[in-house]
């Protein structure tokens, strides 16, 4: 980690871009200041305190920094090691929240507990009340009609992709399905990882992914693994094993080869489009998103922020600190009420439910865009 670390340069160029910086305009909470927190807590320069645990836990894990550093520092990489170092000082709220939604049986059951609790509270009961709960019975096997096969895929449903967003997942297949691929979606594939990974419990994050590594290893010869939310799968990207055949469903279907084999009903409405941090700066996928909703005739599509922006959900960060996650969302719901679109579309759940919650009651229907292209898909 320290080796990693030392590639900073503190030049500051990163300062500009990071949110967390630009709301407050505190070095601390900077990349660079957070990168020298972590040096100092390795060196046991610094004791570990609340306050170093709160630094390090206010990083939204939006990457921006990385995508503009001239000396490639892994910053994700190090606030994750760095969140382990002060994992001792982690609230229990925090350790119940990953704890649950990372495992779908209990994710399942805060949902439903936390909707019937908190649907009389703002936002976060008004968030709940918005939400699907219910994961789609999928099954394992898809194989499209017909004789024209174009390959096999693997579809990574992730924990709280399954348990807030069925219908994407079922979006998704049909697209695949249309485009001619066979999908496998394995039963006994769990969480990626990515929450206990930026929670700093590294050592189940590599659990869960040896153990998706084998799922996938055992469904036969597949072309890709798709993942669904950009959350997962900036997680998921990271790591060479599943990370070699890992691909974002958009960038997927945007390839010219599948996106020539889809065609769309007209469509005239006026679709805003949030592009997740993870989806824009470590997937490099939203032109990919855009290029695909461009095929549907009709849809006036505008992007949902500046790019560059962040909308503050940051994984769990919309639950833990809502008061940053409000600030920085602010840009987004006026941009809403603006231009009161007809469909929000975001591959993140975590963004278009914290967006949600925070937009004024109006007729916009919130989705992943691969759901709204499965609503106007011509199936044959
Ligand atoms: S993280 Fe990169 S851009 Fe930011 S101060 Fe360090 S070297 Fe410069
Ligand atoms: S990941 Fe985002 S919030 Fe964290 S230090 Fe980098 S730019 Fe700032």
Same mark, same amino acid.
């Given at each position: 980690?320290?080796?990693? /670390? ?12 990071? @949110? ?102 703002? @936002? ?42 069925? /219908? ?33 419990? /590294? ?178």
């Amino acid at each position: 980690m320290l080796s990693e /670390a030392a590639r900073c340069v503190k030049c500051g160029l990163c300062l500009a871009v990071c @949110p967390t910086y630009r709301l407050g305009a505190s070095e601390t909470r900077s990349p660079r200041g957070r990168i020298a927190l972590v040096q100092a807590l390795s060196r046991r320069q610094l004791a570990v305190d609340d306050y170093c645990y709160e630094v390090l836990g206010s990083c939204l894990m939006c990457r921006r920094c990385e995508a503009v550093c001239p000396s490639e520092v892994p910053v994700g990489q190090l606030m994750d090691g760095g969140r382990e170092l002060v994992r001792s000082r982690q609230g229990w709220k925090e350790r119940l929240l990953i704890a649950m939604l990372s495992r779908r049986f209990w994710g399942r059951l805060l949902a439903r507990t936390g909707r019937a609790v908190l649907s009389a509270s703002a @936002p976060k009961g008004k968030m709940l009340a918005q939400a699907r709960f219910e994961a789609p019975a999928l099954d394992e096997m898809h194989c499209p009609g017909g004789s024209d096969v174009l390959g096999r895929v693997g579809l990574f449903t992730g924990c709280t992709g399954s348990l807030f967003d069925g /219908a994407a997942l079922e979006g998704a297949i049909a697209l695949l399905l249309q485009a001619g691929y066979a999908v496998r979606v394995p039963r006994n594939q769990v969480c990626c990882g990515a929450l206990d990974a930026h929670g700093g419990n /590294a050592a189940r994050a590599a659990r869960l992914l040896s153990a998706n590594q084998a799922v996938f290893a055992s469904a036969g010869e597949l072309e890709a693994v798709l993942s669904i939310a950009s959350g997962c799968g900036a997680h998921l990207a990271g790591y060479p094993a599943l990370g070699k055949k890992h691909r974002d469903i958009c960038t997927f279907l945007a390839q010219e080869q599948v996106i020539s084999r889809l065609r769309f009903r007209p469509l005239e409405k006026r679709a805003l489009v949030h592009l997740p941090c993870t989806l824009e700066n470590v997937l490099h996928g939203a032109e990919a998103v855009l290029r695909l909703l461009r095929r549907i005739p009709g849809l006036q599509i505008e992007e949902a922020g500046k790019r560059g922006d962040c909308c503050g959900a940051g994984g769990t960060a919309f639950l833990l600190r809502p008061a940053m996650a409000d600030s920085l969302r602010q840009p987004f719901v006026q941009r809403l009420g603006a231009l009161a679109p007809d469909y929000v579309l975001s591959s993140n759940v975590s963004c278009r439910l914290h967006l949600q919650a925070g937009a004024d009651a109006g007729a916009a229907s919130y989705m992943h865009p691969v759901t709204l292209l499965a609503r106007q898909l011509i199936r044959s």
